[in-house]
């Protein structure tokens, strides 16, 4: 079974293209889903995440997600901490999720394949391309955050260079060029 990295920034899409393939079978691991379950669910990394940040990320003594990231998002060193503690715990239950699948090829989502250095797994990777001011335009409408948060995020995201460089497909959604034709030839790549 091949395992298909599908990546990008904040706001490129990658969501949207992993429904399509969801859509046509395909399935698809969300890291970025996984993460935040274990960061709300699993005691001991929120145990460990409040030794290390303090009582200030908390709101009614649980994790407040936007305090955290506010955080993490300002300070790289930060960010390499707590990715350190959640990483390794997606990553295992990523290969378990792998056991149960027969299909000809998954796809793994996830912004933090370069980061979290999950490409050592992965047999080839699909970069989403979005043109800057689009991401920022869909960042703000979906999560409602301000620029100066939506450039705080981006800017601890790899480069559109390094994703176009270390990935061996592009996926192009500047909202000029259908998604769906691009998955369907991927599809077609990918299940030989």
């Keep these: 079974m091949k395992k298909i990295g599908l990546t990008g920034g904040i706001g490129s899409g990658k969501t949207t293209v992993s429904k399509i393939f969801?859509?046509?079978?395909i399935p698809v691991y969300n890291s970025?889903?996984?993460?935040?379950?274990?960061?709300?669910?699993?005691?001991?990394v929120?145990?460990?995440?409040?030794?290390?940040?303090?009582?200030?990320?908390l709101t009614k003594n649980k994790i407040d997600n936007t305090k955290l990231a506010n955080i993490i998002f300002s300070n790289k060193k930060k960010l390499e901490t707590i990715n350190n503690i959640i990483h390794p715990?997606?990553?295992?239950?990523?290969?378990l999720w792998c056991k149960q699948k027969k299909n000809k090829y998954i796809i793994k989502e996830s912004a933090l394949i370069f980061t979290s250095n999950a490409?050592?797994?992965?047999?080839?990777?699909?970069f989403v391309k979005s043109p800057l001011e689009l991401r920022i335009k869909r960042i703000k409408e979906r999560d409602k955050k301000s620029l100066k948060e939506t450039l705080a995020i981006i800017e601890n995201q790899p480069s559109e260079e390094l994703f176009k460089k270390?990935?061996?497909y592009i996926i192009h959604n500047?909202?000029?060029?259908?998604?769906?034709p691009q998955v369907l030839q991927l599809n077609t790549i990918f299940i030989k």
């Design 22 to 25: 969801k859509l046509i079978g």
């Design 32 to 44: 970025d889903e996984v993460a935040k379950k274990i960061l709300k669910k699993n005691n001991l």
């Design 46 to 57: 929120q145990k460990k995440i409040i030794e290390i940040f303090g009582e200030k990320i």
């Design 89 to 95: 715990l997606v990553k295992k239950d990523f290969q």
């Design 119 to 126: 490409y050592k797994d992965l047999d080839q990777i699909i």
């Design 166 to 168: 270390k990935c061996d």
């Design 174 to 180: 500047n909202e000029q060029i259908f998604l769906t």
